[in-house]
């Protein structure tokens, strides 16, 4: 009953910036911990970003220093701000909501992607 609606992603050159965005709604109860995801050609589904509920956040190695995430906690909504792009961050992205029932399990809910190209 949960849907996360991903927007934001297209076409762009290297060093260029894009902004993906991601909305809860539903039947969803709480958003503990909100991220993105991608997949690129030949590659298995990395974790891209994540921010808990309260604002901590980590990232892939290699998206640091050029994105950032970021979410509000009333629209139920998380950003994904990509500076800098490169080839290399071609992937569909995928936007995820972890909400915890104890320590060592939840329950994962899955966007349906959005593709991010970058090439010249």
């Known amino acids: 009953q949960v849907q996360l609606v991903e927007s934001g992603g297209g076409l762009v050159q290297p060093g260029e910036s894009l902004r993906l965005s991601c909305a809860a709604s539903?039947?969803?109860?709480?958003?503990?911990?909100m991220g993105w995801y991608r997949q690129a050609p030949g590659k298995q589904r990395e974790l891209v970003a994540r921010?808990?509920?309260?604002?901590?956040?980590n990232y892939v190695d290699s998206v640091k220093g050029r994105f950032t995430i970021s979410r509000d906690n009333a629209k139920n909504t998380v950003y994904l701000q990509m500076n800098s792009l490169k080839p290399e961050d071609t992937a569909v992205y995928y936007c995820n909501v972890f909400v915890g029932a104890g320590r060592n399990y939840g329950v994962n809910y899955w966007g349906k992607g959005t593709l991010v190209t970058v090439s010249s």
């Open positions: 539903g039947s969803i109860v709480s958003t503990d911990v």
């Open positions: 921010i808990h509920y309260t604002g901590i956040t």
